[in-house]
């Protein structure tokens, strides 16, 4: 026993890890956009004019966020499956890809549809948020001082209102964006095969478990902390200092 614990991982079980790890990286990258987009439409939602529009939103919003993630990624894969019907999924199944000139992007499967939609979807009901404690932390001043310039509402609130709320709501997000990262890896549970899918393959075929989630976990780490290391960087380049000390 003790010499399987410092039995070090073949290399084709390394490449196994690495190709879960892309696919996580790509999974994460995919549910952070699908959360962003629809965080934007929770907000337009959540100010508009008309109370079912808005009561609609906050209801939405507040469902999300009091589910589980692992039974909403149940109903998106198994739900939906039935909802869609079997000349959908079949037209799923079917997709080889979209060619570009050469080269053919390969058609994602049900698995990887159904965690990116559902992760994003999930994680949108918090980005929301963030992005709401944001413009509630603008002062009121400068709607107000907007409009003394001559800004109509909605330019104010866009122009001036929105951008700062945006950057104070930056560092919140990236905080945000590193618990999607995590959460990626219940995709496992619906057949995606990203880095914990991986890991468990990995460790069902050699009996080295402690290796195969080890460097899986140290992989998750590496990830969450090029990104925390990235992103200051990065909100000084765009000149979002304001995000460093929200």
Same mark, same amino acid.
């Given at each position: 026993?003790?010499?399987?614990?410092?039995?070090? *991982? %073949?290399?084709?079980?390394?490449?196994?890890?690495?190709?879960?790890?892309?696919?996580? @990286?790509?999974?994460?990258?995919?549910?952070?956009?699908?959360?962003?987009? *629809?965080?934007?439409?929770? =907000?337009?939602?959540?100010?508009?004019?008309?109370?079912?529009?808005?009561?609609?939103?906050? =209801?939405?919003?507040?469902?999300?966020?009091?589910?589980?993630?692992?039974?909403?990624?149940?109903?998106?894969?198994? &739900?939906?499956?039935?909802?869609?019907?079997? $000349?959908?999924?079949?037209? @799923?199944?079917?997709?080889? $890809?979209?060619?570009? $000139?050469?080269?053919?992007?390969?058609? %994602?499967?049900?698995?990887?549809?159904?965690?990116?939609? &559902?992760?994003?979807?999930?994680?949108?009901?918090?980005?929301?948020?963030?992005?709401?404690?944001?413009?509630?932390?603008?002062?009121?001043?400068?709607?107000?001082?907007?409009?003394? *310039?001559?800004?109509?509402?909605?330019?104010?609130?866009?122009?001036?209102?929105? %951008?700062?709320?945006?950057?104070i709501a930056a560092r919140p997000m990236v905080g945000q964006f590193c618990m999607t990262i995590k959460n990626t890896s219940l995709a496992m549970a619906i057949g995606f095969a990203e880095l914990s899918y991986t890991a468990r393959q990995v460790e069902t075929d050699s009996l080295l478990a402690f290796q195969a989630f080890?460097?899986?976990? =140290? *992989?998750?780490?590496? =990830? @969450?902390?090029?990104?925390?290391?990235?992103? %200051?960087?990065?909100?000084?380049?765009?000149?979002?200092? &304001?995000?460093?000390?929200?």
């Amino acid at each position: 026993m003790h010499a399987m614990l410092w039995q070090s *991982l %073949p290399p084709k079980y390394l490449q196994w890890l690495l190709g879960g790890f892309v696919m996580t @990286i790509a999974l994460s990258l995919a549910a952070f956009a699908i959360g962003c987009t *629809l965080a934007a439409v929770w =907000l337009l939602m959540r100010r508009s004019p008309w109370r079912p529009v808005r009561w609609t939103a906050r =209801l939405a919003v507040a469902f999300l966020r009091k589910t589980p993630l692992l039974v909403q990624l149940f109903f998106w894969y198994f &739900g939906a499956a039935q909802w869609l019907g079997d $000349g959908a999924i079949g037209a @799923i199944s079917d997709w080889r $890809g979209i060619a570009l $000139g050469a080269v053919t992007l390969p058609a %994602p499967s049900l698995e990887a549809l159904a965690a990116a939609f &559902g992760i994003g979807l999930y994680a949108s009901a918090f980005y929301v948020r963030e992005i709401e404690a944001g413009l509630a932390s603008v002062p009121p001043g400068q709607f107000t001082a907007a409009l003394a *310039l001559g800004f109509a509402p909605g330019a104010a609130w866009r122009r001036i209102v929105l %951008p700062q709320g945006l950057r104070i709501a930056a560092r919140p997000m990236v905080g945000q964006f590193c618990m999607t990262i995590k959460n990626t890896s219940l995709a496992m549970a619906i057949g995606f095969a990203e880095l914990s899918y991986t890991a468990r393959q990995v460790e069902t075929d050699s009996l080295l478990a402690f290796q195969a989630f080890g460097v899986a976990t =140290l *992989l998750y780490v590496a =990830l @969450i902390l090029l990104l925390q290391a990235a992103a %200051p960087p990065l909100f000084r380049r765009m000149k979002w200092t &304001g995000a460093m000390h929200a």
